[in-house]
């Protein structure tokens, strides 16, 4: 009998050094007390440690994303603390992200696009349907709101508010509304992050060169300066190239080292797997745990983490719910969808 249950017990791939009791010499009789009052508690406290080791990376990504969500800029995204009350003028916008709740205090306003649930009436508005004074709203998706008389309203979770309906006003005919890029874009242009290729294209499906989504990288942090004016690099050697002082500053923060010690290859295009990594180094490189489901992410790529902290993070979803295609190259709408969802 003691044998089965020691056999058990190992089967469920518990220790054996939890089995023997610390006043035991050489006896293993396995005894209910000592189940209950010793080997429980401390069996207990493994998992719970174990459980506390697999999930601390997780909870380190989310603290640092709800850091950057509590301090935004006015008229980026931010969290409010305790429903603070906002004022929109005729001509705003509103927008929402999934799950941000809204109090409609006074004014018009009208939904635009998106899903919102009118949680007073308890049920779903339908687009251009005119938002209600002292009703409450949840944004069931990202929805859009056009404010068309002055009002005022509180939000609390994600928001975006838009003075004069939104600037920039882009107006590349290959941007189509409802693109899953478009407010990417937007943000992008309004950020001087990047603009189009011409005056009205942005080139969403062109593929993105290194030179080009490094620059983006370094101008959505800000434009700091780089730690060092030398490039090591042959094919970067013209400090008036748009790109120069990027590559150098991605080089000193360890966000990429080229293709070669002396080739940064600025012309070459960018692939999935490099573009998520570098926005994965460019966040410090928190630490993930775990896979993802894509069959083309195996361990010990040099993209395998990024992906995982990407998909963790809503950066990405992959190519397919099974493939994410890390060696593909990535296009400018997905470059800059990217970076909007990870820094927004």
Known sequence: MKKRIFKALLALGLSTALLVPASASGD??????????????????????????????????????????????????????????????????????????????????????GVLIDATAGREIAVNSALTAGHRYIADGEA?????????????????????????????????????????????????????????????????????????????????????????????ADPDTYYYKAVLWAVGEGITDGITPTQFAPDDFCTRGQAVTFLYRAAGKPPVSGTTDFVDVPAGQYYTDAVAWAVRLGITTGMTTTTFDPNSNCTRGHIVTFLYRDLK
């Open 144 to 236: 859009k709101i056009s404010v068309t008389a002055a009002a005022q309203w509180l939000a609390e979770g994600r928001w975006m508010a838009l003075p004069g309906g939104g600037a920039p006003v882009i107006s590349f005919t290959d941007v189509p509304a409802g693109a899953f890029y478009e407010d990417a874009v937007a943000w992008a242009v309004g950020k001087e992050i990047t603009n189009g290729i011409t005056a009205v294209q942005f080139a969403p499906d062109n593929f993105c060169r290194r030179a080009d989504i490094v620059t983006f990288l370094w101008r959505a942090y800000g434009k700091p300066e780089p730690k060092s004016t030398t490039s090591p690099f042959a094919d970067v």
């Open 28 to 113: 293993t009789l396995i005894s209910r007390s000592y189940l209950e009052d010793t080997y429980k508690p401390r069996l207990s406290t493994v998992i719970k440690d174990s459980i506390a080791l697999a999930t601390q990376p997780l909870v380190s990504a989310a603290m640092t994303r709800l850091d950057q969500y509590f301090t935004g800029e006015p008229g980026a995204w931010r969290t409010t603390l305790g429903f603070t009350a906002q004022n929109s003028a005729e001509g705003d916008a509103l927008s929402l992200a999934p799950g941000a709740g809204l109090f409609w205090t006074s004014g018009a306003g009208r939904l635009t696009s």
